[in-house]
Nanobody, 121 residues
Framework: QVQPVESGGGLVQAGDSLRLSCAAS????????MGWFRQAPGKEREFVAA???????YYTDSVKGRFTISRDNAKNTVYLQMNSLKPEDTAVYYC???????????????WGQGTQVTVSS
């Protein structure tokens, strides 16, 4: 099993960039698909991006062209590069590990505690 731990959140202005990191303990990190989800106040947790163990990536439409998910299996880390941030990107961002890269949060078995991203206008 793996235990994800997110970092890199913060307060930025619209148009700025942030890079989130998710370090996952465990010897089998490279065999897991990894996903990023986010949850804004009063809203359900929603899919942002995912990457399979082989590096295939998936994005929700609202972040395509702005966000990039990547992984470094040697460092047991997955990243979310976020560019051209908008106020509507404000949320707690969660990292998750699962058997398949999917948009469905119920398919992920292991979750981090989340990191806050706030984008001011």
């Amino acid at each position: 099993q793996v235990q994800p731990v997110e970092s890199g959140g913060g307060l930025v202005q619209a148009g700025d960039s942030l890079r989130l990191s998710c370090a996952a303990s465990g010897r089998t990190f490279s065999s897991y698909a990894m996903g990023w989800f986010r949850q804004a106040p009063g809203k359900e947790r929603e899919f942002v991006a995912a990457i399979s163990w082989s590096g295939i990536t998936y994005y929700t439409d609202s972040v395509k062209g702005r966000f990039t998910i990547s992984r470094d299996n040697a460092k047991n880390t997955v990243y979310l590069q976020m560019n051209s941030l908008k106020p509507e990107d404000t949320a707690v961002y969660y990292c998750a590990a699962g058997a398949r890269a999917t948009r469905e949060r119920y398919q992920y078995d292991y979750w981090g505690q989340g990191t806050q991203v706030t984008v001011s206008s």
